[in-house]
């Protein structure tokens, strides 16, 4: 059956890099897991949201944080310079829960809190 690890998480960014991320996820579209991606039905106020939720393929994990590191690395579009930014929980049965924090143009992979520790189990 193979290994599954579960990625569920979100991004914050404004219009601009909201189109962005939907030609990153465009770009690196497989077809089947791409369809993890969601979005809210209709913007409201001014930031924008962008979640996943899915459980992939080990092998497939690669492929994901290149494209979150592509996201990552948007450009802050506006004179407050606020980059993409968000939080994703990773979990599987055969290794530690992770978050991967989405900040600063890149990811950064660390311990999952003690408190998400609900999501593993």
């Known amino acids: 059956m193979g290994v599954y690890v579960s990625i569920r998480g979100w991004l914050e960014c404004d219009a601009q890099q909201l189109a962005a991320v939907h030609r990153v996820i465009a770009d690196h579209s497989d077809g089947h897991y791409s369809d993890g991606w969601g979005f809210p039905a209709r913007h409201f106020n ?3 949201y962008v979640f996943h939720g899915g459980d992939v393929r080990v092998s497939a994990v690669d492929w994901f944080m290149d494209q979150l590191r592509a996201m990552a690395a ?3 579009s506006d004179e407050d310079g606020d980059g993409v930014r968000g939080l994703f929980v990773v979990s599987s049965e055969v290794a530690a829960q992770v978050e991967w924090q989405v900040r600063d143009g890149s990811v ?3 311990p999952a809190e ?4 609900y999501l593993a189990e």
């Open 46 to 48: 001014w930031t924008s």
């Open 74 to 76: 948007i450009p802050a």
């Open 108 to 110: 950064t992979v660390r």
């Open 114 to 117: 003690a408190g998400l520790a």
